[in-house]
């Protein structure tokens, strides 16, 4: 069990108009080879700009302080060029959304025969160029019909009619299916999966998930999603984020079974409604660049205390997991 | 309160004049027979996916398409026989929220302005009068005064749906319709948004009509659910017995205790729809235990057992 | 520091409205500002001196009061032909998209045929018939202008028509006057300002060539009847580019002005991309 990613302290800032958005706020992750990771929050916690961050493809933001560890190497500091190499072959991302994700201009098989050019190394325009469509003859042909069988195109027929067809004609889930490929065929370390089952219906929800469940078992994974579904299937751990920070993370049984931050405990409520009875939280929207002082939750939380209104709390590593909230900084060791 | 016998509504797509040699005009029946009544203060759940006719549903209902075929009789009135006066306090008792609310909001007016559209419409209120129903309605749906001064660009997506729904208080109607109230929102805001229906239907007896794919939002709310598909009500049962009692195959496809055939194939088919000529059972061509009668006689909406109705061969009466 | 923050924003529509203003201010204190009466005679053909900064025209009157104002004028008709082009091509426009069938074919068809008319020899030919006379002027070039304003604003209408918020507002029992004034308008008042810009700088442009032609009003005296007079009055074969230039350029400075406000507009008016940080 070796750490395989390291985030330290992690600030990533964007310049607006209207001033700074601080997306990230000094954020703390680990990762080791084997584990899957959750990212749970909701648009605005700084969950996409996390993972852009860590293939450095956070621009227009800048990573404003702190560090990022891949591998042994700080990511952060790396050359352009080197990370170049790195994405794809060390990080790998699995976008949400197949129909603005895929060239809709080329057939599957073309996009997919470039990655199977950087693969063999030719990196270079015009191997992209002419990569066209693999076929038998084609290295790395086992590979790729190795890698799709896995994931459902059992036989050559059904494989090659995936490799004919173009991204407007895949349903959802065959589409996801082919994102993971994509993101397989370099075989990398890690591999990052943003919002999978947010685009899917019912249906393809199930298969995605049976897939995402089996890839976990063999890959290092991390998963972003609000879902809770999803992350409970697949993840065995989970940090949950609000406004930059992650406010709570630990063992995913834990977690969802017994949240101990507010905030979580919202979240999960509101993902599990009791028939006919109301909730009368209020979660509003919270300003990214004038933030409030001390915990960014606090304005809406049901539990919060003056302290929280002054203070920014500071992770605290109990049974199970770390929380970041002044309920529980008292009764607990302090992190560093 | 309102009811709505065999209502149907069809779409021609025209090819331009080369193509119509080779291949006929589509037709989609976007409504295609459809029957259901809504009682008043009821919360009635509409559920189905894209394409299943839900949205031009609503829209007829509001007559912003005319129906083809059948009636909507609201309040004891046949709404295709209202003369423009009669129309106009109909639209002022019955309220559609769009699906795609933030189209909806017009990015020139502030939010005050756009709130105050419907009582101006109607000349309703003297300008104090008209300050106060504002704020009611802001209060209900959780939102703060201050936003009034902005325009709808500075809203984020889940305050620009409340505003839209707050806006269809204003006329205090008596009759909410909202097509896909919760999708595209994040889980938090879009329980808000749950809640605050239950809560207006509790407190003041708003009758709502709820078009959704989002089955969580149809058990929590629904009094009773409709199943729509291919423009057909494939079931109709009370919202307590919606998760155990189902029992028709797209309903359970839906919840995920099924699988359908198109789901299997997936390779998206877009004239899949218009294939369908009427013959069998709509839900046919999809349907993972479908029989050969499927094809060949429509099953009408039966009862199955009090409260429940189902249209499928399978289902025992 | 907030003028800075205003260049930035759009440096087109400052540049340009700057000047603009600068001209028209000029214009308007031009009884204050210039340091002779402009109709007073004196010692003609006089060239330009500390006395007379641009001279003394054929008939003694000091130049430099002239342009200013002249500036009155040639700035008025503009605006007053460019405002009755707006709004009749505005009315034209919004009707005929919003409410298509018949009324939208008879009015494009009127449309149509006014905008094949050739503008200038229009001009000429009803100004050389009615006689000169500044309403006149104002009326005619209006009324020739209106077309193209309501081709635009047409097919702008065409596409808000089918936007949300009108189905929305119909929905809540909105007739189609109400969503014509309070959404379509305002919706289409982008547009119609970058149009309107341009047409007053046609405008001037058409005045100042009729008035150059001599069919101008001489009782009011605009930049081109100005260089009416320097031409035909013998301005040029004495050389005297204190008469003939400054009326030239002042048209040109204006039209240039307008010309980058209405870029600036136009990039304003255009749709707006989605932020694609919203997430």
Same mark, same amino acid.
């Given at each position: 069990?070796?750490?395989?990613? &390291?985030?330290?302290?992690?600030?990533?800032?964007?310049?607006?108009?209207?001033?700074?958005?601080?997306?990230?706020?000094?954020?703390?992750?680990?990762?080791?080879?084997?584990?899957?990771?959750?990212?749970?929050?909701?648009?605005?916690?700084?969950?996409? #700009?996390l993972?852009?961050?860590?293939?450095? $493809?956070?621009?227009?933001?800048?990573?404003?302080?702190?560090?990022?560890?891949?591998?042994?190497?700080?990511?952060t500091?790396?050359?352009?060029?080197?990370?170049?190499?790195?994405?794809? !072959?060390?990080?790998?991302?699995i976008?949400?959304?197949?129909?603005?994700?895929?060239?809709?201009?080329?057939?599957?098989?073309?996009?997919?025969?470039?990655?199977?050019?950087?693969?063999?190394g030719?990196?270079?325009?015009?191997?992209?160029?002419?990569?066209?469509?693999?076929?038998?003859?084609?290295?790395?042909?086992?590979? $790729?019909?190795?890698?799709?069988s896995?994931?459902?195109?059992?036989?050559?027929? %059904?494989?090659q009619?995936?490799? +004919?067809?173009?991204p407007?004609?895949?349903?959802?889930?065959?589409?996801?299916?082919?994102?993971?490929?994509?993101?397989?065929?370099?075989?990398?370390?890690?591999?990052?999966?943003?919002?999978?089952?947010?685009?899917?219906?019912?249906?393809?929800?199930? @298969?995605?998930?049976?897939?995402?469940?089996?890839?976990s078992?063999?890959t290092?994974?991390?998963?972003?999603s609000? &879902?809770?579904?999803?992350?409970?299937?697949?993840?065995?751990?989970?940090?949950?984020?609000?406004?930059?920070r992650?406010? @709570?993370?630990?063992?995913?049984?834990?977690?969802? =079974?017994?949240?101990?931050h507010?905030?979580?405990?919202?979240?999960?409520?509101?993902?599990?409604?009791?028939?006919?009875?109301?909730?009368?939280?209020?979660?509003?929207?919270?300003?990214?660049?004038?933030?409030?002082?001390?915990?960014?939750?606090?304005?809406?939380?049901?539990?919060?205390?003056?302290?929280?209104?002054?203070?920014?709390?500071?992770?605290?590593?109990?049974?199970?997991?770390?929380?970041?909230?002044?309920?529980?900084?008292?009764? +607990?060791?302090?992190?560093? | 309160?309102?009811?709505?016998?065999e209502?149907?509504?069809?779409?021609?797509?025209r090819?331009?004049?080369?193509?119509?040699?080779?291949?006929?005009?589509?037709?989609?029946?976007?409504?295609?027979?459809?029957?259901?009544?809504v009682?008043?203060?009821?919360?009635?759940?509409i559920?189905?996916?894209?394409?299943?006719?839900?949205?031009?549903?609503?829209?007829?209902? $509001?007559?912003?398409?005319?129906?083809?075929?059948?009636?909507?009789?609201?309040k004891?009135?046949?709404?295709?026989?209202?003369?423009?006066?009669?129309?106009?306090?109909?639209?002022?008792?019955?309220?559609?929220?769009?699906?795609?609310?933030?189209?909806?909001?017009?990015p020139?007016?502030?939010?005050?302005?756009?709130?105050?559209?419907?009582?101006?419409?109607?000349?309703?209120?003297? !300008?104090i009068?008209?300050?106060?129903?504002?704020?009611?309605?802001?209060?209900?749906?959780?939102?703060?005064?201050?936003?009034?001064?902005?325009?709808?660009?500075?809203?984020?997506?889940g305050?620009?749906?409340?505003? %839209?729904l707050?806006?269809?208080? #204003?006329?205090?109607? =008596?009759?909410?319709? /909202?097509?896909?109230?919760?999708?595209?929102?994040?889980?938090?805001?879009?329980?808000?948004?749950?809640?605050?229906?239950?809560?207006?239907?509790?407190?003041?007896?708003?009758?709502?009509?709820?078009?959704?794919?989002?089955?969580? %939002?149809?058990?929590?709310?629904?009094? !009773?659910?409709?199943?729509?598909?291919?423009?057909?009500?494939?079931?109709?049962?009370?919202?307590?017995?919606?998760?155990?009692?189902?029992?028709?195959?797209? /309903?359970?496809?839906l919840?995920?205790?099924?699988?359908?055939?198109?789901?299997v194939?997936?390779?998206?088919?877009?004239?899949?729809?218009? @294939?369908?000529?009427?013959?069998?059972?709509?839900?046919?061509?999809?349907?993972?235990?479908?029989?050969?009668?499927?094809?060949?006689?429509a099953?009408r909406?039966r009862?199955?057992?009090?409260?429940?109705?189902?249209?499928?061969?399978?289902?025992?009466? | 520091?907030k003028?800075?923050?205003l260049?930035?924003?759009?440096?087109?529509?400052?540049?340009?409205?700057?000047?603009?203003?600068?001209?028209?201010? +000029?214009?308007?204190?031009?009884?204050?500002?210039?340091?002779?009466?402009?109709w007073?005679y004196?010692?003609?053909?006089?060239?330009?001196?500390?006395?007379?900064w641009?001279?003394?025209?054929d008939?003694?009157?000091?130049?430099?009061?002239?342009?200013?104002?002249?500036?009155?004028?040639?700035?008025?008709?503009?605006?007053? +032909?460019?405002?009755?082009?707006?709004?009749?091509?505005?009315?034209?426009?919004? #009707?005929?998209?919003?409410?298509?069938?018949?009324?939208?074919?008879?009015l494009?068809?009127?449309?149509?045929?006014?905008?094949?008319?050739?503008?200038?020899?229009?001009?000429?030919?009803?100004?050389?018939?009615?006689?000169?006379?500044?309403?006149?002027?104002?009326?005619?070039?209006?009324?020739?202008?209106?077309?193209?304003?309501?081709?635009?604003?047409?097919?702008?209408?065409?596409?808000?028509?089918?936007?949300?918020y009108?189905?929305?507002?119909?929905?809540?029992?909105?007739g189609?006057?109400?969503?014509?004034?309070?959404?379509?308008?305002?919706?289409?008042?982008?547009? $119609?300002?970058?149009?309107?810009?341009? /047409?007053?700088?046609?405008?001037?442009?058409?005045?100042?060539?009729?008035?150059?032609?001599?069919?101008?009003?001489?009782?009011?005296?605009s930049?081109?009847?100005?260089?009416?007079?320097?031409f035909?009055?013998g301005?040029?074969?004495?050389?005297?580019?204190?008469?003939?230039?400054?009326?030239?350029?002042?048209?040109?400075l204006?039209?240039?002005?307008?010309?980058? #406000?209405?870029?600036?507009?136009?990039?304003?008016?255009?749709?707006?991309?989605?932020?694609?940080?919203?997430?």
């Amino acid at each position: 069990m070796s750490r395989l990613l &390291e985030v330290r302290d992690l600030h990533v800032h964007f310049d607006t108009a209207r001033g700074v958005v601080r997306a990230n706020n000094g954020i703390n992750l680990a990762l080791d080879t084997g584990d899957s990771l959750g990212i749970m929050g909701e648009s605005g916690c700084g969950k996409t #700009v996390l993972i852009l961050s860590l293939m450095r $493809l956070q621009q227009p933001g800048v990573i404003a302080g702190g560090s990022i560890w891949f591998d042994g190497r700080e990511v952060t500091r790396v050359s352009q060029k080197e990370m170049q190499r790195l994405r794809g !072959r060390g990080i790998a991302l699995i976008p949400q959304n197949h129909s603005t994700a895929l060239n809709p201009a080329f057939s599957i098989g073309e996009q997919l025969g470039e990655i199977l050019q950087r693969r063999r190394g030719k990196t270079g325009i015009w191997h992209m160029l002419t990569a066209g469509s693999p076929s038998a003859g084609t290295p790395g042909y086992g590979h $790729l019909s190795r890698t799709l069988s896995s994931l459902g195109f059992v036989n050559e027929k %059904a494989l090659q009619r995936l490799l +004919a067809s173009y991204p407007h004609e895949l349903s959802g889930g065959m589409g996801q299916r082919v994102l993971i490929a994509m993101a397989l065929l370099l075989e990398p370390k890690l591999v990052i999966a943003d919002e999978p089952t947010t685009a899917l219906d019912r249906g393809s929800r199930v @298969e995605t998930l049976d897939l995402l469940g089996r890839l976990s078992d063999n890959t290092t994974l991390i998963v972003v999603s609000h &879902e809770v579904q999803t992350l409970a299937r697949i993840c065995n751990r989970v940090a949950v984020m609000y406004g930059g920070r992650v406010v @709570e993370s630990g063992s995913t049984g834990r977690v969802f =079974e017994n949240p101990r931050h507010p905030y979580t405990r919202i979240l999960l409520q509101s993902q599990q409604l009791a028939r006919g009875k109301t909730i009368s939280l209020f979660v509003g929207a919270l300003d990214m660049v004038r933030f409030p002082p001390g915990c960014p939750f606090h304005p809406f939380c049901p539990e919060a205390m003056p302290v929280c209104s002054e203070e920014e709390p500071r992770e605290t590593v109990l049974e199970g997991g770390r929380v970041a909230c002044h309920l529980y900084s008292r009764s +607990a060791t302090c992190l560093k | 309160m309102l009811e709505v016998r065999e209502l149907r509504k069809t779409f021609t797509l025209r090819h331009n004049i080369f193509a119509r040699l080779g291949h006929p005009d589509h037709v989609i029946r976007a409504v295609d027979g459809v029957s259901f009544e809504v009682n008043k203060g009821e919360i009635f759940g509409i559920a189905g996916k894209s394409g299943s006719g839900k949205t031009t549903l609503g829209k007829t209902i $509001l007559r912003l398409f005319e129906p083809d075929n059948g009636s909507i009789v609201y309040k004891g009135r046949d709404i295709s026989r209202l003369s423009p006066e009669e129309l106009k306090g109909y639209r002022r008792q019955v309220q559609l929220v769009f699906q795609d609310a933030d189209s909806t909001l017009d990015p020139r007016h502030k939010l005050y302005s756009i709130l105050e559209e419907p009582l101006l419409i109607h000349g309703l209120g003297t !300008r104090i009068e008209r300050q106060v129903i504002i704020r009611c309605a802001l209060e209900q749906v959780n939102l703060p005064y201050s936003l009034l001064e902005r325009h709808p660009s500075e809203l984020s997506g889940g305050q620009r749906r409340r505003a %839209a729904l707050a806006r269809a208080l #204003v006329l205090s109607p =008596e009759l909410i319709i /909202t097509d896909e109230p919760t999708t595209g929102l994040d889980p938090v805001v879009a329980a808000q948004i749950l809640s605050l229906f239950l809560r207006l239907n509790r407190e003041t007896r708003l009758t709502l009509v709820v078009i959704t794919h989002d089955l969580a %939002a149809i058990n929590y709310l629904s009094h !009773r659910v409709a199943v729509m598909y291919g423009g057909k009500i494939v079931e109709l049962v009370d919202g307590e017995l919606f998760e155990s009692s189902a029992v028709h195959p797209y /309903t359970r496809f839906l919840q995920g205790f099924a699988v359908s055939n198109n789901v299997v194939s997936g390779y998206t088919d877009i004239h899949r729809l218009s @294939e369908t000529a009427g013959q069998g059972c709509v839900y046919a061509a999809a349907c993972s235990v479908a029989r050969p009668e499927c094809f060949e006689a429509a099953p009408r909406l039966r009862q199955t057992e009090p409260g429940h109705l189902v249209a499928c061969l399978l289902a025992r009466g | 520091m907030k003028l800075a923050k205003l260049f930035r924003r759009n440096p087109l529509i400052f540049c340009g409205s700057t000047l603009i203003i600068l001209i028209i201010l +000029a214009a308007l204190f031009s009884p204050w500002l210039a340091p002779h009466d402009p109709w007073q005679y004196q010692q003609a053909f006089l060239e330009p001196s500390r006395e007379h900064w641009l001279g003394t025209n054929d008939v003694g009157q000091d130049i430099f009061s002239e342009l200013l104002a002249a500036g009155r004028v040639s700035l008025g008709v503009g605006f007053v +032909a460019a405002l009755v082009a707006a709004a009749t091509g505005a009315v034209v426009g919004i #009707v005929a998209g919003f409410r298509r069938g018949v009324l939208d074919e008879v009015l494009m068809g009127a449309t149509d045929t006014v905008l094949v008319i050739p503008v200038l020899p229009l001009v000429v030919l009803i100004s050389a018939y009615l006689g000169p006379n500044l309403i006149n002027v104002c009326l005619l070039i209006g009324l020739v202008m209106w077309p193209s304003i309501a081709r635009i604003i047409r097919s702008r209408v065409l596409s808000l028509r089918q936007s949300g918020y009108v189905e929305s507002a119909r929905a809540l029992g909105a007739g189609d006057r109400w969503i014509m004034l309070h959404h379509i308008l305002p919706n289409a008042m982008p547009v $119609l300002l970058a149009k309107f810009v341009l /047409t007053m700088a046609g405008a001037m442009l058409i005045e100042a060539s009729v008035s150059f032609l001599g069919l101008g009003d001489p009782g009011a005296k605009s930049w081109g009847m100005m260089l009416y007079y320097a031409f035909s009055r013998g301005g040029f074969i004495r050389e005297m580019w204190w008469w003939y230039l400054p009326p030239g350029l002042a048209i040109a400075l204006v039209i240039f002005a307008l010309n980058l #406000v209405n870029l600036g507009f136009e990039e304003k008016s255009d749709p707006r991309l989605k932020r694609v940080l919203e997430g």
